[in-house]
T-cell receptor
Framework: DAGITQSPRHKVTETGTPVTLRCHQTENHRYMYWYRQDPGHGLRLIHYSYGVKDTDKGEVSDGYSVSRSKTEDFLLTLESATSSQTSVYFC????????????FGEGSWLTVV | DQQVKQNSPSLSVQEGRISILNCDYTNSMFDYFLWYKKYPAEGPTFLISISSIKDKNEDGRFTVFLNKSAKHLSLHIVPSQPGDSAVYFCAASSSGGYQKVTFGTGTKLQVIP
């Protein structure tokens, strides 16, 4: 158990609506990540954070924004959802003792119709 | 540009036999490699890792081999069990920067009883 809670776990939304996914951790880990998983693409990094208010883009950041106003929460926002953003979204943390190993949450299934 | 490649989308193995999952990488800056296992509707779970200063790491039935000159790593599972049936992701990171973890596209392993 990585101590990560993702919410919502499942969501169906309409094209053009904003959506926010929340990742909550209880261990004060500095590094947090958002990935998406799609068939044929594996896990791709969307955004990551290396501290409060410190965030940066990953390889598939277009159409997404993030915020981290406190250590325990990392929010992923789709400003105007599109069908191509239908995916499974995973949050991950990297404990300071783990070297480069990251640990994932249970995932958020998002469908954009 | 896919920096971590898993060229076999799927693999079937008889129970009790060896499963060998392969992974290639292109970025010579990668110095830490990981394998994750993923069951449907769950988050990826960390399985085993290896640093570039080693060429082998073993944990129970799981062994990871690293061939730096070939930029190739493999995961051996011996003996394979039906519960090992899952998608396996190879991943890599570098010590510098923010240690982002880059994933391959995954290999679906089916262990046949």
């Amino acid at each position: 158990d990585a101590g990560i809670t993702q919410s919502p776990r499942h969501k169906v939304t309409e094209t053009g609506t904003p959506v926010t996914l929340r990742c909550h951790q209880t261990e004060n880990h500095r590094y947090m990540y958002w990935y998406r998983q799609d068939p044929g693409h594996g896990l791709r990094l969307i955004h990551y954070s290396y501290g409060v208010k410190d965030t940066d883009k990953g390889e598939v950041s277009d159409g997404y924004s993030v915020s981290r106003s406190k250590t325990e929460d990392f929010l992923l926002t789709l400003e105007s959802a599109t069908s191509s953003q239908t995916s499974v979204y995973f949050c991950a943390i990297r404990p300071g003792f783990s070297g480069n190993t990251i640990y994932f949450g249970e995932g958020s299934w998002l469908t954009v119709v | 540009d896919q920096q971590v490649k898993q060229n076999s989308p799927s693999l079937s193995v008889q129970e009790g036999r060896i499963s060998i999952l392969n992974c290639d990488y292109t970025n010579s800056m990668f110095d830490y490699f990981l394998w994750y296992k993923k069951y449907p509707a769950e988050g990826p779970t960390f399985l085993i890792s290896i640093s570039s200063i080693k060429d082998k790491n073993e944990d129970g039935r799981f062994t990871v081999f690293l061939n730096k000159s070939a930029k190739h790593l493999s995961l051996h599972i011996v003996p394979s069990q039906p519960g090992d049936s899952a998608v396996y992701f190879c991943a890599a990171s570098s010590s510098g920067g923010y240690q982002k973890v880059t994933f391959g596209t995954g290999t679906k392993l089916q262990v046949i009883p």
